[in-house]
């Protein structure tokens, strides 16, 4: 009684994952709520019933609300509802969007969600807790609950050297539409378009998104680098060599000259593009159509690469639910030496990759001749990267200086200037804003691919009947959407990492189970072939007797000789015992975890008790020898 009402805010997290701590990222967050927030946890009790795994899942939840409660000086309210079907708690949990599952042939739904509301009626939902992403339970919770406590429309600057959001082809043709990366963006940001001269980056741009910035003027690096040290975001995209350029008429198909770079805004970011090289990987390589030799061959495009779970850091929230990701003659990023910023791959090639030269695929590359030479460097290459850390600025001078008139190529150089020549541009006014190191942790996301984010790599877009169908064959869309959305969070959200998950399986009887199987199933094989041999040879024994297709046209019985009889007679025999055989091996696959658990039940249910029995006996007949009156011998005579 004591504990349930002095110490029910008192909490010990003894699990190896830290499940039920919050991190500091959102404790901080929490403590900077400023009018009261109202979140609903929706939990059918039917579903936690039929299935306990939802049951642990929902427990755990309903804790971890209840520690942001506690954290959050009485700035959230937690309501828990079971929304029982036909009731109007059923109807407000419909109306909140919360996704219902059908657990019965009568239409009988359940839900698992959760919604959120603040004093502005902005209302966020998470329609349906999803078991596979439980240990992004701390993020998804943070996330809506950030979203609640700003509920201001965010922002995103685009700033591309690439038609992405649609280019005019000329005056008879028709114009090129955005690409399918512009419109997802679309769909859950305010994009605004910005120009590659900008000076200055508006405040109210929440993240910038650069892509293939080539030949940059020194006042827009300027702006870009003083936009992250005063605490903004970007998404950056870069490339040794954009496809994407070679395929549009222009100076760059001309020259191939494709390759983008922030130069020494990298630098002082710590990160740095390998100049004139390619990441090439020979198992993550996507199948083309080839010609040689007049032919057409499906072969390994090694510049061209599918990349999947194991190149993707499933322990960042950004690629944790990214499938796959197409990139095409992509770069490679490294950390700077000396960066003072931590250097954190997202997407990296395989084991089994190669630098390969930039000019080796600029022109009519050769997959064939690729795949040939292509030898291993034995090192995975990255290819994404997250930046986060204190930075100094680029421009330790301040806002750079206009740059001088161009001299006229005509005049002669030994001539004098004419008095009444241009003056030279006077000095740039000193920048009041300008800081030379950020006060806080930057937060930037390189990727050494623009080809990426280009249809053709990604996505196929079909006309029917008069709309577009659009059918993704990777997530690189997903991967922007992503990673805007993920900067646009506050710097404790951005900091927050997958978490281990409740359900922890008995790792010894899946190993058991596992060992148990693979003998299983090749005895099995072994035993299911010699009994198809056997059932064969008894066929064909059954099929040579000179009088079997008379007997059977007749309707009668095969004449059998007598050889022929016990032959068949010793094969039936090894019939029914391979079936017995493998119907023990069948048996035997849970005789090991039987034994495991009669085990574990004796040391649990009868060892221990034994075991304190025992100490219990030991330390009674010591108290009683202690306490055994000691006998003394009286003198003689004495009474």
Same mark, same amino acid.
């Given at each position: @009684?004591?504990?349930?009402?002095?110490?029910?805010?008192?909490?010990?997290d003894?699990? #190896?994952?830290?499940?039920?701590?919050?991190?500091?990222g959102?404790?901080?967050?929490l403590?900077?709520?400023?009018?009261p927030?109202n979140?609903?946890l929706?939990?059918?009790?039917?579903?936690?019933?039929?299935i306990?795994?939802?049951?642990?899942?929902?427990?755990r939840i309903?804790?971890?609300?209840?520690?942001?409660?506690?954290d959050?000086?009485?700035r959230l309210?937690?309501?828990?509802?079971?929304?029982k079907?036909f009731?109007?708690e059923?109807?407000?949990?419909?109306?909140?969007?919360?996704?219902?599952?059908?657990?019965s042939?009568?239409?009988?739904?359940?839900?698992?969600?959760?919604?959120?509301t603040?004093?502005?009626?902005?209302?966020?939902?998470?329609?349906?807790?999803q078991?596979?992403?439980?240990?992004?339970?701390?993020?998804?919770?943070?996330?809506?609950?950030?979203?609640?406590?700003?509920?201001?429309?965010?922002?995103?600057?685009?700033?591309?050297?690439?038609p992405?959001?649609?280019?005019?082809?000329?005056?008879?043709?028709?114009p $090129?539409?955005?690409w399918?990366?512009n419109?997802?963006?679309g769909?859950?940001?305010d994009?605004r378009?910005?120009?590659?001269?900008?000076?200055?980056?508006?405040?109210?741009?929440?993240v910038?998104?650069?892509?293939?910035?080539?030949?940059?003027?020194?006042?827009t690096?300027?702006a870009?680098?003083?936009?992250v040290?005063?605490?903004?975001?970007?998404?950056?995209?870069v490339?040794p060599?954009?496809?994407g350029?070679?395929?549009?008429?222009?100076?760059?198909?001309q020259?191939?000259?494709?390759?983008s770079?922030?130069?020494?805004?990298?630098?002082?970011w710590?990160?740095?593009?390998?100049?004139?090289?390619i990441?090439?990987d020979?198992?993550?390589?996507?199948?083309?159509?080839?010609?040689?030799?007049?032919?057409?061959?499906v072969?390994?495009y *090694?510049?061209?690469?599918?990349?999947?779970?194991a190149?993707?850091d499933?322990?960042?929230?950004?690629?944790?639910?990214?499938? #796959?990701?197409h *990139? $095409?003659?992509?770069?490679?990023?490294?950390?700077k030496?000396?960066?003072?910023?931590?250097?954190?791959?997202?997407i990296?090639?395989?084991?089994?990759?190669?630098?390969?030269d930039?000019?080796?695929?600029?022109?009519?590359?050769?997959? /064939?001749?690729?795949?040939?030479?292509?030898?291993?460097?034995?090192?995975?290459?990255?290819?994404?990267?997250?930046?986060?850390?204190?930075?100094?600025?680029?421009?330790?001078d301040?806002?750079p200086?206009?740059?001088?008139?161009a001299?006229?190529?005509?005049?002669d150089?030994a001539?004098?200037?004419p008095a009444?020549?241009p003056?030279?541009?006077?000095?740039p006014?000193?920048?009041?804003?300008?800081?030379?190191?950020?006060?806080?942790?930057?937060n @930037?996301?390189?990727?050494?691919?623009?080809?990426?984010?280009?249809?053709?790599?990604?996505?196929q877009?079909q006309?029917?009947?008069?709309?577009?169908?659009v059918?993704?064959? #990777?997530n690189?869309?997903d991967?922007?959407?992503?990673?805007?959305?993920?900067?646009?969070? /506050?710097?404790?959200?951005?900091?927050?990492?997958?978490?281990?998950?409740?359900?922890?399986?008995?790792g010894?009887?899946?190993?058991?189970q596992?060992?148990?199987?693979?003998?299983?199933? $090749?005895?099995?094989?072994e035993?299911?072939?010699?009994?198809?041999?056997?059932?064969?040879?008894l066929?064909?024994?059954q099929?040579?007797?000179?009088?079997?297709?008379?007997?059977?046209?007749a309707?009668?019985?095969?004449?059998?000789?007598?050889?022929?009889q016990?032959?068949?007679?010793?094969?039936?025999g090894?019939?029914?015992?391979?079936?017995?055989?493998?119907?023990d091996?069948?048996?035997?696959?849970?005789?090991?975890?039987? /034994?495991?658990?009669?085990?574990l039940?004796?040391?649990?249910?009868?060892a221990?008790?034994?075991?304190?029995?025992?100490v219990?006996v030991? *330390?009674?007949l010591?108290?009683?020898?202690?306490?055994?009156?000691?006998?003394?011998? $009286?003198?003689?005579?004495a009474e």
């Amino acid at each position: @009684v004591i504990a349930n009402q002095r110490l029910s805010s008192f909490r010990i997290d003894l699990t #190896a994952d830290r499940l039920y701590t919050l991190s500091q990222g959102t404790r901080t967050l929490l403590s900077k709520i400023d009018e009261p927030i109202n979140l609903r946890l929706y939990v059918s009790e039917r579903l936690t019933q039929e299935i306990p795994s939802y049951g642990v899942f929902a427990t755990r939840i309903r804790e971890m609300l209840q520690e942001y409660q506690n954290d959050s000086r009485g700035r959230l309210r937690l309501e828990l509802i079971d929304p029982k079907p036909f009731t109007d708690e059923e109807d407000r949990a419909v109306a909140s969007g919360l996704q219902g599952v059908p657990v019965s042939q009568g239409g009988d739904m359940v839900y698992f969600g959760l919604a959120g509301t603040n004093t502005a009626d902005k209302e966020e939902v998470i329609p349906f807790f999803q078991p596979d992403r439980e240990q992004f339970l701390e993020y998804d919770l943070t996330k809506l609950v950030y979203n609640l406590a700003t509920p201001k429309k965010k922002t995103v600057g685009l700033m591309a050297g690439l038609p992405i959001a649609g280019e005019l082809r000329g005056m008879n043709a028709p114009p $090129a539409p955005p690409w399918q990366v512009n419109n997802m963006l679309g769909q859950f940001f305010d994009v605004r378009l910005l120009e590659q001269t900008v000076t200055e980056i508006p405040a109210e741009i929440g993240v910038l998104v650069v892509v293939h910035p080539k030949s940059l003027s020194e006042k827009t690096l300027y702006a870009i680098d003083q936009y992250v040290l005063h605490g903004g975001r970007a998404l950056v995209f870069v490339d040794p060599h954009a496809e994407g350029e070679m395929t549009r008429p222009g100076l760059a198909a001309q020259t191939g000259l494709t390759a983008s770079t922030l130069g020494k805004v990298f630098d002082s970011w710590g990160v740095e593009l390998v100049e004139g090289k390619i990441a090439a990987d020979r198992r993550a390589a996507r199948r083309v159509n080839a010609t040689s030799g007049g032919r057409v061959n499906v072969v390994d495009y *090694v510049s061209w690469l599918r990349l999947e779970a194991a190149n993707l850091d499933r322990g960042d929230i950004l690629t944790a639910t990214i499938g #796959a990701i197409h *990139v $095409a003659s992509a770069g490679i990023l490294r950390p700077k030496a000396g960066a003072t910023t931590e250097f954190m791959p997202l997407i990296k090639t395989g084991s089994d990759a190669q630098a390969i030269d930039v000019e080796k695929v600029k022109f009519s590359p050769d997959p /064939s001749a690729l795949l040939a030479a292509f030898k291993s460097d034995g090192t995975p290459y990255t290819i994404a990267a997250r930046l986060r850390g204190k930075a100094k600025t680029a421009f330790p001078d301040g806002r750079p200086a206009d740059p001088p008139p161009a001299a006229d190529p005509t005049a002669d150089p030994a001539a004098e200037k004419p008095a009444d020549a241009p003056a030279a541009p006077p000095a740039p006014a000193p920048d009041p804003n300008f800081v030379a190191e950020s006060r806080d942790p930057i937060n @930037v996301i390189v990727v050494a691919d623009t080809d990426m984010l280009e249809d053709r790599f990604w996505v196929q877009v079909q006309d029917f009947f008069g709309q577009q169908v659009v059918t993704p064959n #990777a997530n690189n869309g997903d991967f922007v959407v992503n990673a805007v959305d993920n900067l646009l969070g /506050s710097n404790e959200l951005i900091g927050l990492r997958s978490r281990g998950q409740v359900a922890r399986p008995f790792g010894l009887v899946q190993d058991i189970q596992r060992d148990a199987e693979l003998q299983f199933r $090749a005895k099995e094989r072994e035993l299911t072939e010699k009994l198809r041999d056997t059932e064969r040879k008894l066929s064909d024994l059954q099929s040579q007797s000179p009088d079997t297709g008379a007997a059977a046209a007749a309707g009668g019985r095969a004449i059998l000789t007598r050889e022929q009889q016990e032959a068949i007679d010793q094969f039936r025999g090894e019939l029914l015992s391979i079936r017995k055989q493998l119907r023990d091996v069948q048996q035997n696959l849970r005789r090991d975890i039987d /034994s495991l658990q009669t085990e574990l039940k004796f040391l649990n249910i009868g060892a221990i008790p034994l075991v304190v029995a025992f100490v219990a006996v030991l *330390v009674g007949l010591a108290r009683m020898r202690r306490r055994r009156p000691v006998r003394t011998m $009286a003198p003689q005579g004495a009474e």
